[in-house]
């Protein structure tokens, strides 16, 4: 198993694209770390709400994909320079000012990956 320091994989997330949405919330990331692979969303959590894989899509490429359909049979190439966009449904979670978002995916070569940052709106 790979281990990928937590100050990199911070370094996904864009700072400042947090986004509300009416019933939701969306927020980008970009790989700059090098090719890989998404194998499964666990969750995302802004702030105190929960999002499960049934709440959240990825759009990349021109492509949505929901967090359901990815899987370790269904992976998701993320290409160094890829960008995405997370869109969770289901309930409002985006505060005006500092907001905490916890990111859970797993990847076939690291596991279970955490990323864990604060924007603000």
């Avoid at 400042?16 to 090719?35: C, D, F, T, Y």
């Avoid at 190439?77 to 309930?91: D, H, I, K, N, Y």
């Amino acid at each position: 198993m790979v281990i990928v320091p937590e100050f990199l994989i911070r370094r996904i997330y864009q700072k400042g694209s947090l986004k509300r949405l009416e019933n939701g919330a969306s927020l980008n990331l970009k790989n700059v770390l090098g090719p890989g692979f998404i194998s499964g969303f666990n969750y995302v959590k802004i702030n105190d709400v929960t999002y499960e894989a049934k709440d959240v899509k990825f759009i990349t490429n021109n492509n949505e994909i929901a967090g359901t359909d990815v899987s370790e049979e269904n992976p998701i190439a993320f290409r160094l320079g890829q960008t995405g966009t997370l869109v969770m449904t289901g309930s409002e979670c985006v505060l005006d000012g500092n907001n905490k978002i916890i990111i859970e995916v797993m990847n076939p070569e690291a596991g279970k990956v955490q990323l864990s940052v604060e924007d603000v709106v």
